[in-house]
């Protein structure tokens, strides 16, 4: 039996302060085994960085920055997190999360701009891969990504909903598509976009505690729910969920270094 890898999840926020182990449990139960956690700001940094040392076999950290985190003062929060790569009880699997987004606050375009470039000199540098928020902004980020290609720079456009052509430029940059709760949203149209980019491009993600699919949509989300997600992106390529799970597992495994 294959095993399903929840590529995006917020595990440490307070969201599940009265159920997190019972919650991970019934993720573990269904299938999942491996969660991968994105920063926020300064923060969150300890939630995140003691979970990961409680599950350090099934949790994994990225460091980086939220766009809706970015204010005038961005470039101090971004210092305090920077020195967490100095730390040496925890292997950071990857950058972010960072990107755009023009949907909450157009305040700060500018510094976001400039908090999301930092992040994709990190990734580079460090040789790891980049997971990108866009919301209401995912030509600005793939203009970005464009800008500063590079052989090591690669990673995941979190949270995908846009157009073929869109996913067309990510793939062709690098990148994978990050699929969660949305495909199960009936007006989503990624049907057709997932069925002509393929399956080797995409990865599986619940960005719990937000977005949950279908049956759950508007309740708190949880990594257990990604069992919904690689059920509909089967029925998608008219599949089975276990060649889904194969093959998305494969791709994070990949992207993040994991060994089976």
Sequence with gaps: MSFL????????????????????????QAG???????????????????????YPQECFPLLGLHPCSVSSSWNEELQI????FCRTDLAWVGIG??????????????EQKLNFKQHIFWAIEYDLPLIIHSRNAIDDCIQMISQHKHPRLRGIFHCFSGTLEQAQSIVALGFCLGIGGVV????????????????????LETDSP??????YRGKRN?????????????E????DTEHVARQTTGNAARLFGFRF
């Design 5 to 28: 890898v929840d590529t995006h999840c917020h595990l440490y926020l307070p969201d599940f302060d009265a159920d997190r182990d019972a919650m991970i449990q019934r993720a573990q």
């Design 32 to 54: 999942i085994k491996w969660f991968v956690l994105p920063n926020i700001d300064r923060n969150s940094l300890a939630p995140l960085t003691d979970l990961c040392r409680k």
């Design 81 to 84: 997190i920077k020195d967490q």
């Design 97 to 110: 999360e960072t990107g755009l987004d023009f949907y909450w606050n157009l305040q700060y375009v500018q």
């Design 184 to 203: 199960t949203f009936p007006k989503s149209g990624l049907d057709q976009v997932l069925l002509q980019v393929g399956l080797e491009h995409m990865v």
């Design 210 to 215: 937000y977005l949950a699919p279908i049956p």
């Design 222 to 234: 949880e990594s257990s729910y990604l069992k919904y997600i690689a059920e509909k992106v089967a």
């Design 236 to 239: 998608i390529f008219k599949t």
